[in-house]
């Protein structure tokens, strides 16, 4: 069996000390950056954005996965892409022309993701689900970290994996939003490839070690 990957949520890092959390991180067992781009249009918030992105890719040594949570998200392909994005996640909410929007992410050289709010039905990515490298599934309302995770998410996961594989896809399955130890085993049971965590990591008080502690966890 493939290992289960985590990826920090670089939204709960100390943004004064940016670099240090971004070393934390490499020497960590965890795999992917997570970084959440908020237009405050989208979402009712916002995060930071490319100069920002520009300081995090200076350090970062693992793959940048990057969740945009922006209207109209075609307008910045071209610029993640440059800022060394390795996957770039959009919103099924935020996108009028999916289809188009993911061939461009390809182009780019990047993998595509394709995010669903709490509310969107699994059965909207029926059409696409080959053509899209990756499903990041919202067990939150995307705007802010340290909210409650959403216990409907198992059954999305579930409906997901169930398409992929009624499809012959190789899609990836990511949860993002109030993922800890309580719920990392049950997500990667339900279907899970990928778990995002912010606050859990952020929060405690070794991090590294409540990396590897999930990382095992999932793995296990
Ligand atoms: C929420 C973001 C998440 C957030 C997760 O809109 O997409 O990536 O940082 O944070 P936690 O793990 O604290 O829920
Ligand atoms: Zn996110």
């Not at 289960?4 to 971004?22: C, Y």
């Not at 461009?104 to 709010?117: D, Q, S």
Request: aromatic residues 6%; contains cysteine; charged residues 20%.
């Amino acid at each position: 069996m493939c290992s289960k990957l985590i990826a920090p949520s670089i939204l709960a890092a100390d943004f004064g000390n940016l670099q240090r959390d971004i070393e934390m991180v490499n020497t960590s067992e965890a795999d992917w950056f997570h970084i959440d781009i908020m237009d405050g249009v989208f979402v009712p918030n916002i995060s930071y954005g490319m100069p920002v992105l520009e300081a995090i890719n200076k350090h970062a040594k693992k793959t940048i996965d990057v969740h945009l949570m922006i209207v109209d998200p075609d307008r910045y392909i071209k610029t993640f892409a440059n800022l060394g994005s390795d996957v770039l996640t959009v919103h099924y909410e935020a996108c009028t022309h999916l289809h188009r929007t993911l061939q461009a992410i390809k182009t780019e050289g990047m993998k595509a993701g394709v995010a669903l709010n709490p509310h969107t039905n699994i059965n909207v990515l029926e059409d696409t689900i080959n053509d899209i490298d990756l499903v990041l599934i919202m067990s939150v309302n995307p705007g802010f970290g340290g909210q409650k995770f959403i216990e409907n998410t198992y059954s999305k996961i579930e409906q997901l994996k169930a398409l992929i594989l009624r499809k012959g896809a190789q899609t990836k399955i990511e949860v993002d939003g109030g993922v800890t130890d309580k719920n990392a085993k049950a997500l990667v049971e339900s279907g899970a490839d990928i778990l995002v965590a912010g606050s859990y990591v952020f929060k405690s008080s070794d991090q590294e070690k409540t990396i590897s502690e999930l990382k095992a966890l999932v793995n296990s």
